[in-house]
């Protein structure tokens, strides 16, 4: 929480001076201190956990074509995306029928990239840290003071247990949806949009042949589906009541319920190493920005997981705030710092709507004893005409690649 002013000044803590604290080395604050790195921007990110803890966490498998031009216009793609590039195809199997539809926008240049995100993690940290970046972990009781003043401070405890100081001209607060950054800004200030979408996933990670495709599956079991997650490791969720406890989920149901869904008998089983139900839910906060604060990615909303966006629009915000820094560092202008809440929201809105409109579609298609028989027939009349229809299939493409007219990686 922010401090009383009397408490910044405390001679017996070391104080230091950057230009930019990063809270929180998720996808978000790695970008960020890469980019600003990238024009020669001094920063500082202080993360929370250990290294092994964040090069392993895995959650999402795909960098958009979007995001995959936003770092080869930062002339870092070839060091931080691993994975395969993705072959423009998703698969939806509607009650065991395949449909291709095309998540390739067709336009020239890189296209999205199959990456999980701990891959991608692990590339942004080798790539800071070889270029000389300053990373700290274990950085434990994070707090942001005078974030309205010029000069903002950071305390926090290092590693060995002693406390810090690090005076600078703005913070970025990169650190998720439960991190300390966004509860720094006082009550009032920001509104949040929250949406609970009343549906529960059984997500289960396993040692199994990816599939060639990411795969979605509808039908009266309810909703399924399969992504790669790295040679051979598979992501499989499954549609479940919000409340329900994992641990009634066997390998034996998981396999089973698997196998009906997703209308593949033959699938194979392996070895379960993650097992967990979430709520669907989606969050926006706005402004995005509380003085010399600026919150980038989950610690400014949360995008339901279908369509893949959370991890992509993270990297959307990290890029606009490195550019709005550099302008402000190398030619003194702040419009674009002042603009940051706006130009982000837009994006954010957008994809909050099309993952809304994927999440309501491919639930409501399947079992019809939650949304009712009508919402069933709509969400099937729509799944029609993205089969069928060429401009529908040409709109759901461009939402994928994240390309629209304002998505320019012009620097
Ligand atoms: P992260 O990844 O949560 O990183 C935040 C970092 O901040 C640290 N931290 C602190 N550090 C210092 N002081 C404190 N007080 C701190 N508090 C926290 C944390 O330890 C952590 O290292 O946020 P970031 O960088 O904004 O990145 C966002 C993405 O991680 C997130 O949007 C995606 O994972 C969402 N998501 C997906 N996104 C996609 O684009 N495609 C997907 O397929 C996809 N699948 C998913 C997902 C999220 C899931 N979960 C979390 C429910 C699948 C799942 C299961």
Same mark, same amino acid.
């Given at each position: ?6 408490? *910044?000044? %405390? ?27 990238? #024009?020669?921007?001094?920063?500082? /990110? ?53 449909? @291709? ?18 891959? @991608? ?12 970046? $300053?990373?700290?972990? =274990?950085?434990? %009781? ?25 005076? #600078?001209?703005? /913070? ?34 396993? %040692? ?7 795969? *979605? ?13 790295? +040679? ?5 969720? @499954?549609? #479940? ?9 066997? $390998? ?23 097992? =967990? ?7 926006? &906060?706005? +402004? ?5 604060? &600026?919150?980038?990615? %989950? ?15 993270? *990297?959307? $915000? ?25 130009? #982000? ?7 909050? =709507? ?9 639930? $409501? ?33 461009? @939402? ?12």
């Amino acid at each position: 929480m922010a401090a009383k002013d009397g408490e *910044l000044t %405390d001679p017996a803590i070391p104080a230091e001076s950057t230009t930019v604290v990063v809270i929180g080395a998720g996808p978000a604050g790695l970008t960020v201190a890469n980019l600003l790195r990238r #024009c020669g921007v001094d920063c500082v /990110v202080l993360e929370c956990r250990t290294q092994a803890y964040v090069t392993q966490r895995q959650r999402a498998g795909i960098v958009e074509t979007r995001a995959v031009r936003m770092f080869d216009a930062w002339g870092l793609a070839d060091r931080v995306l691993g994975g395969v590039p993705s072959d423009g195809t998703l698969e939806f199997r509607v009650d065991g029928e395949r449909h @291709l539809v095309s998540d390739g926008d067709g336009s020239d240049g890189p296209q999205a990239r199959i990456c999980p995100q701990q891959v @991608l993690v692990q590339k942004l940290m080798a790539a800071y840290l070889d270029d000389g970046g $300053d990373l700290r972990f =274990e950085a434990a %009781d994070v707090s942001l003071h005078d974030l309205t003043g010029d000069r903002p401070t950071v305390r926090y405890r290092d590693a060995d247990g002693e406390l810090r100081a690090i005076a #600078c001209a703005f /913070v970025a607060g990169c650190d998720g949806d439960r991190g300390i950054s966004r509860a720094s800004v006082p009550d009032g200030v920001l509104t949040a949009h929250a949406f609970d979408h009343g549906i529960g996933w059984l997500t289960v990670l396993a %040692d199994t042949p990816p599939p060639p495709r990411p795969l *979605l599956a509808v039908s009266r079991h309810g909703y399924a589906a399969h992504f790669s997650r790295g +040679p051979h490791t598979s992501r499989y969720y @499954l549609q #479940c009541p919000p409340d329900d406890d994992p641990k009634a989920w066997t $390998d034996p149901r998981v396999w089973e319920a698997l196998r009906t869904r997703l209308g593949d008998p033959a699938l194979p089983s392996g070895p379960i190493t993650e097992r =967990e139900i979430f709520r669907l839910r989606s969050l926006v &906060h706005d +402004p995005m920005q509380y003085g010399r604060l &600026h919150l980038v990615g %989950d610690a400014a909303h949360i995008v339901s997981p279908m369509g893949g966006k959370g991890m992509n629009l993270a *990297l959307y $915000d990290a890029d606009l705030f490195a550019r709005a820094v550099r302008d402000f560092v190398r030619d003194g202008d702040d419009g674009p710092l002042r603009t940051y809440s706006r130009r #982000c929201l837009r994006r954010v809105w957008n994809d909050q =709507e099309f993952s809304h409109w994927l999440t309501r579609t491919l639930h $409501d298609a399947g079992d019809d004893t939650g949304a009712g028989s009508f919402h069933r027939g709509l969400a099937r009349a729509r799944l029609d005409r993205l089969f069928t229809s060429r401009a529908a299939d040409g709109a759901f493409a461009e @939402l994928m690649a994240g390309l629209d007219p304002e998505a320019s990686t012009a620097h």
